[in-house]
DNA sequence: TTGTAGGCGTTATCAA
DNA sequence: TTGATAACGCCTACAA
C-alpha cells in the first residue's frame, strides 16, 4: 500500500498523488478529491522512513531521561507527549540509565529518526554534544546544571522554593532548622541547599553546619538523617528534607523514635509528590508542576524544529509554590 | 555523514562499506577494520529511515496508550523500555486519549515507524485493525477484554487476586463484605467484581447485592461508596475497594465518620500503588507487578517480530499477590 | 573478496 | 495543472 497505489487507483501520476496529499502544489480541486478517495478506500498512509529521506525531517522527538521510574518521569513525559502530539509529532522515549546504554549509544541510536532531542542527564558535555551530534542539532536540556552549551535550558525554581520552605519554618519560630541534603554532584540538590543557607542568612540564623545531614534522596536517607539528627546534643526543631521521599522516611523515624510531629519537630520536603496529601501527618512541601515542565520543554524544542526562534539559549525557570500542610505545624488556612 | 563518506574514507565501495558495518557478507578481516575505524573517526551512524525502507524493520516498537496518567503507565512504559532496549529496539510512545487523535489516527500515523505495537484500549475491535493495520501486523493486547482477535493478550489476574482479597476477608470471620466496584464497563472491574462474588459463595457467603456499591476508580468514588455502605441498616464489616485509589477514599470517609479502621470496619484494595504503605493504617491489597507487565508484553512482541513465535494468540495471565497490612485487621506476620 | 547497480516510498525539480 | 524523473541513504543481488 504506497502512494503508486493510490496513484493508480485515482489515475494519476504519483507525483500528482503526492502533490494532492499533502499541501503542497497547485493541484486541480477535482483531482485532489479524487486521490483524497482513493487514499481513503485504501487505508492509506505514507511510510515515515521513506519521507523523512528526502524531507529529512521525521516528525519525531527524541526524550532521553536518566531513568523512566517514578512519578516525576512520567509526569514529564505525558508533559512532552501531551504538546508534542497536537503539534502533529511523536515522542521517542529512551534512558540511559545506569548499566543501560551508555548516553552517547542511546544519543547515536536516535539519529535520523529524530528532530530533535530532549535530553535530561548531568554527563551531557559540550564535548559529547560534538562527537555524537551533528552541528547545530537542536537540543532541549532538562533540570541540568547551568553549561556553555548552545542549548535552551529548563529547571525548576529549586532555590526559590528551598527558599521559601525555610523562610516559612523560620517564621513560624524555628531557629535551628536542619537539612537533608539531595545526592551529592545533583545539580538540584545543590539548588535546594543554596536556597536553605541563604534563607537561614535573611533570617539571621547562623549557618550550622552540624545541621546539614548528606542524603541521596531516598527514603531510607531520610530514616538515616532524622535519626542522626535526634542523636545531636541540640537537635533541631524543624527539619527540612530536599525531597519528599525523604521527608516521608525522616516522618517515619520520628515516629519510631517517639517524637510528635510537628508538636516536637515540623518537617517539610519539596516535589510534592501525591503522596504528601496521605502520610499522616500530611506533608509539607515545594509543589512543582512537572507535566508543565515537559510541556515547556517541548514548547522550547518545537520552536527550534520550526526554526520559528533563534537560537536563544537562555535558560528559563519554572517556578514553584509552597505547599502547607499540617507536618510544619503552622495553622492551617 | 552517510555511508558513502566512510566508503570513500576507508577507500571501499559502499557495498563493501555496508558489509563491513553489519555483520554481513564476507569481507576481509583488513577492510572491516579499515571501515569500522573510518565510521567511528567520523562519528558515522546509520540513517534509521533509509535503512528501514529497504529492511522494512524499524527496530522500534510503538506503544499506544489510553492515558500517560499515573503510575499504572510509568511502570508499563519503563517495563517495556527495559526489554526493549536490550534487544536493541526503540520504543514510540503515544496516547490516545479523550479529545487527542483517535485510536485510529494514532495507530496510522504509526505506520512505517515501527514494526509492532503493544496496545492497551478497550476500543480496539476486529474491524478497526482490518481498517487501520495490514493484515499480520504484530500487535500485543494490554489489559482487554477476551476477543476474537488473533494478538497475544496479557491480563493480569484480575479475579484471583480479588477472590484471594475476599477469601482472607471471609477467613477473618467477616460475614457482611462490601465492594466498591471500578467503571461500569471496565474488563478490570468485571473481572475483579467476578472474583468477589466467588470468593462469596466460595466461603458460603449469601450475595448481598445492597453491599456491592457502583464506583468509577477514583478516590472521590470511594469515599461516596464508604458513605453509602454507613447509611445502610446493616453496614459491613468490610470493604473491598476494586482499586486503591477508592479504598484510600474510603478509608478517609471512614475515618471522618468516627469508624476505626480495621476495628470497626476493615478495608482492602487493589493493585498495591505505593502510597499503600503510607496511609494510617497501612493498606491491605492486592499487589500487582505493573513493569512485569510491560516486560512480558515486549517479549512477546519481541518474539513476534523474530518471528520466533508461531501465530500464538494465547491469552497470558500475570499472577497477583495478596499483601496484608494494617487495614484488614489481620495479625501482622 | 570486492564493486556495480537497482530499488525501497517519498517529495522536489523540471518539462510539458 | 500534470507527468517523468531524479534524488534521499541504505542494502543486496549479481558480476567481476
Do not use: K, W
Not at 541510536?109 to 551533528?134: C, I, K, N, Y
Not at 542523636?231 to 530536599?242: G, V
Amino acid at each position: 500500500m504506497t502512494i503508486r497505489d493510490v496513484a493508480r487507483a485515482a489515475g494519476v501520476s504519483v507525483a500528482t498523488a503526492s502533490r494532492a496529499l499533502n499541501q503542497s502544489g497547485l493541484v486541480a480541486a477535482g483531482t485532489r478529491a479524487t486521490v483524497r478517495a482513493a487514499a481513503e478506500r485504501l487505508h492509506y498512509s505514507p511510510h515515515a522512513g521513506a519521507r523523512s529521506l528526502i524531507t529529512s525531517r521525521t516528525h519525531t522527538i527524541g526524550v532521553l531521561l536518566p531513568d523512566l521510574y517514578g512519578e516525576f518521569f512520567s509526569e514529564v513525559i505525558r508533559g512532552i507527549d501531551q504538546r508534542v502530539q497536537q503539534a502533529g509529532y511523536h515522542c521517542l522515549i529512551s534512558s540511559a540509565r545506569h548499566g543501560g546504554p551508555s548516553l552517547e549509544a542511546a544519543l547515536r541510536a536516535m539519529r535520523g529518526r529524530v528532530d530533535g532531542v530532549v535530553l535530561m542527564s548531568p554527563e551531557f558535555t559540550g564535548e559529547l554534544s560534538q562527537r555524537t551530534l551533528p552541528a547545530g542539532f537542536p537540543v532541549v536540556l532538562l533540570n541540568s546544571a547551568p553549561t556553555q552549551l548552545p542549548h535552551p535550558s529548563l529547571t525548576i525554581a529549586n532555590f526559590e522554593g528551598s527558599r521559601a520552605m525555610v523562610r516559612h519554618l523560620a517564621g513560624l519560630g524555628h531557629r535551628r532548622i536542619a537539612l537533608i541534603r539531595g545526592a551529592e554532584g545533583n545539580f538540584d540538590a545543590a539548588e535546594r541547599r543554596r536556597g536553605y543557607r541563604a534563607a537561614l542568612a535573611e533570617a539571621g540564623l547562623p549557618p550550622a553546619p552540624e545541621l546539614e545531614i548528606p542524603g541521596d534522596f531516598s527514603e531510607a536517607a531520610g530514616v538515616a538523617g532524622a535519626r542522626a539528627l535526634l542523636e545531636l546534643p541540640a537537635p533541631p526543631t524543624a527539619i527540612f528534607a530536599a525531597n519528599d521521599g525523604m521527608a516521608i522516611g525522616a516522618l517515619f523515624a520520628l515516629r519510631d523514635a517517639g517524637r510528635r510531629v510537628p508538636e516536637d519537630i515540623a518537617i517539610g520536603g519539596f516535589d510534592d509528590i501525591p503522596m504528601a496529601r496521605y502520610v499522616e501527618p500530611s506533608l509539607t512541601s515545594v509543589h512543582v508542576d512537572i507535566s508543565a515542565l515537559g510541556e515547556r520543554a517541548a514548547t522550547r524544542l518545537l520552536a527550534l524544529l520550526e526554526g520559528r526562534s533563534e537560537p536563544d539559549v537562555s535558560r528559563e525557570t519554572l517556578p514553584t509554590t509552597l505547599v502547607v500542610r499540617r507536618s510544619c505545624g503552622a495553622p492551617q488556612r
